[in-house]
């Protein structure tokens, strides 16, 4: 079986480099993954300039697209074919309820599962990381890297709806202070809505988005709660982003019958 493993922290990320080794027991595994950081670049293909793939070593590819380009590169340029699997990360930070939207290790499991091929995200959380994203203590991925591909090995038989993926959140703690594993729902996250603005040598404006982190959506189902709470949060995720009650709310009004302009 071919596994096909990408990120958004790059080619050079200690997270993917234990990734890869701990699922080779598993598979034949194929790196491709961005030439540089693509944090926070969501699910976006390069469709408008020309990409370009290097060799790095064997089995290893890096490219100058998106995580999302790095899996459909993959599949259709270097492997030729549908892998087996795919898995993205281990992301350096969290990838929890609502910022899953924006995170560029989740789009490319979410472009696996566009594709029906069992999909993963795995991300580790310090939760003791400040604001200013200073560490406490460094990020304890050959820990997660083994969590992962227990999860992996796990669900190999287990058959993925339609345009679905695993996204899994383990917290950067001593194995023995994990409090176990809870599959989740997809939670809510808040930040501060802030824009700093600056001037650059020639006087000009240029600006900063993003505020600091400012807590979650009590619920003990989401995958925030499980973190918090010391577990591995996993989170199944599908494309379909209907809201089902507020579609049966409109189909049973008469918005359909709605007389259109002459």
Not at 7 to 19: K, Q, R, T
Not at 126 to 140: G, H, I, V
Not at 198 to 218: C, L
């Amino acid at each position: 079986m071919k596994i096909l493993i990408s990120n958004d922290d790059g080619i050079d990320s200690p997270g993917i480099a234990a990734l890869a080794n701990a699922l080779s027991e598993a598979g034949e595994v194929v790196v491709v993954a961005p030439h540089r950081e693509r944090s926070t670049s969501g699910h976006s293909l390069t469709l408008h300039k020309p990409l370009r793939i290097f060799h790095v070593d064997k089995n290893r590819y890096s490219t100058t697209g998106s995580p999302a380009d790095c899996i459909y590169l993959g599949i259709r340029e270097i492997l030729k074919e549908p892998p087996g699997l795919i898995v993205s990360g281990i992301n350096r930070g969290a990838n929890l309820g609502t910022d899953v939207h924006y995170s560029g290790t989740v789009a490319a499991a979410r472009e696996g599962a566009l594709m029906n091929i069992p999909s993963y995200a795995f991300s580790i959380v310090d939760l003791r990381q400040t604001t200013s994203n200073a560490l406490n203590e460094p990020y304890k991925f050959e820990m997660a890297a083994q969590v992962a591909s227990r999860i992996v090995r796990m669900t190999l038989n287990t058959r993925f709806p339609k345009h679905t993926l695993l996204n899994v959140n383990i917290p950067n703690l001593e194995p023995d202070k994990i409090s176990g594993i809870r599959v989740t729902r997809q939670g809510f996250r808040y930040y501060a809505n802030e824009v700093t603005r600056r001037k650059d040598p020639r006087g000009k404006d240029y600006y900063w988005i993003g505020g600091a982190y400012m807590g979650f959506e009590k619920s003990e189902l989401s995958d925030c709660q499980a973190i918090q709470e010391g577990y591995i949060a996993i989170a199944p995720l599908t494309i379909d982003c209907t809201h089902n009650e507020f579609y049966s709310v409109l189909k049973d009004s008469s918005l359909e019958e709605l007389p259109l302009p002459c």
